[in-house]
């Protein structure tokens, strides 16, 4: 039997209207005397934010949309105990408030990266759902970690394989943890390949967003599916795992699992192999991080080995997977490659989504971006978010080029 915190985390958990927060709720509510819910944040979801606020009973709840925040407001009426937020410094607000003591960081896309340093600067334990914190601002990211005194805790289900399988040292020193010296010889990041991993390369262009869509494997949204199809995902995975765990590039693996159950590996320099084995549920990882060191019921059944088929592994078809080996480049190239392949794909993303571009001019309008931004050095927030505006608008430009009629 666990035993419960002293005095339930005050959580917040930013993005809970996706599938990791929504999952990261269903987890606090089993447990009310480890957790206690402080505040809630959505983009523009009005419907099902209102069926949280009344569920879940938030002290905020802050829209990133204005108008929405104003819906909500209505809906809630002036009884209900809610305050309602809105904008950019809201979420922010929210993530490091002094009452906060955890933050499930879990907004999709470029939109987290501010929030998420907002928790970070103010010394949270910060649960990190969101790729984009690492893959936009990496070492800054990382400094910010530091200097706070900040807790990371990966809740992608890859990393948060990894640290699992990480020695006591690395686990306590994420960013700066020295592999070699900690035994640590290679990470050996999974991904299942997506909807299309046996799909003939002649037929990937003719793809339909919700073919894309369809994962074989994990319920996720939209645009984190048509990544995963593209494998870019695990391209902005490698590049996270790359400044998580301060991997050198001979120190970091992708290989093709399609059955998701290995999550991910750490091979030792004695030759052992570790891996954290479970269904796909994320509930298990959001479980790990929210009660780590200690370990909480997630919900989910273990998984039964008398059941299972066979597991395999391959190497990653570059042809079929190309996005993958671009971000593999943009990682080791500098940070203004990987904070500009983030938004170019974004871009691209939504226009696939909207049937302007085809599927397989995903990688095109990216690879096009890339070889049209100068290398420069990315010192600040600041100079960050400059570069991604710019990249969005040169990824417009590409995605017309492309357009279907």
Known sequence: MVESLVVPQRVTVLGATGSIGLN???????????????????????SLMH????????????????????????????G????????????????????????????????????TMAAVQAGKRVLLANKEALVMSGQLFIDAVAESGAQLLPIDSEHNAIFQCLPAQVQQQLGRADLAAAGVEQILLTGSGGPFRQLPLAELAQQTPAAACA??????????????????NKGLEYIEARWLFNCKPAQLKVLLH????????????????????????????????????????????????TQLSALTFSAVDQQRYP?????????????????????????????????????????????EVLAAISPTTLNSLAAIVSLDEETRRLAQQQVARYQLC
């Open 24 to 46: 990261t709720l269903k987890v606090m509510a089993a447990h009310p005397e480890w957790f206690q819910l402080y505040a809630i944040s959505a983009n523009t979801n009005v």
């Open 51 to 78: 069926e949280l606020c009344l569920r879940y009973q938030p002290r905020y709840a802050a829209m990133q949309c204005e108008v929405a925040a104003r819906q909500l407001q209505q809906l809630l009426g002036t």
């Open 80 to 115: 209900s105990g809610i305050l309602v937020l809105s904008g950019a410094q809201a979420l922010a607000d929210i993530a490091s408030a002094s009452e906060v003591d955890c933050v499930m960081a879990a907004i999709v896309g470029a939109a987290g990266l501010m929030p």
């Open 215 to 232: 994962h074989p494997n994990w319920s996720m949204g939209q645009k984190i599916s048509v990544d995963s199809a593209t494998m870019l």
């Open 258 to 305: 399609p059955q998701s159950v290995v999550h991910s590996m750490v091979q030792f320099s004695d030759g052992s192999v570790l891996a954290q084995l479970g269904q796909p549920d994320m509930r298990t990882p959001i479980a790990y991080g929210l009660s780590y060191p200690q370990r909480i019921s997630a919900g989910v059944a273990p998984l039964d080995f």
């Open 323 to 367: 996005c993958l080996q671009l971000a593999i480049d943009a990682c080791w190239q500098g940070q203004w490659a990987t904070t500009s392949l983030n938004a170019a794909n974004e871009v691209a993303v939504a226009a696939f989504l909207a049937g302007q571009i085809k599927f397989t001019d995903i990688h095109n309008v990216c690879a």
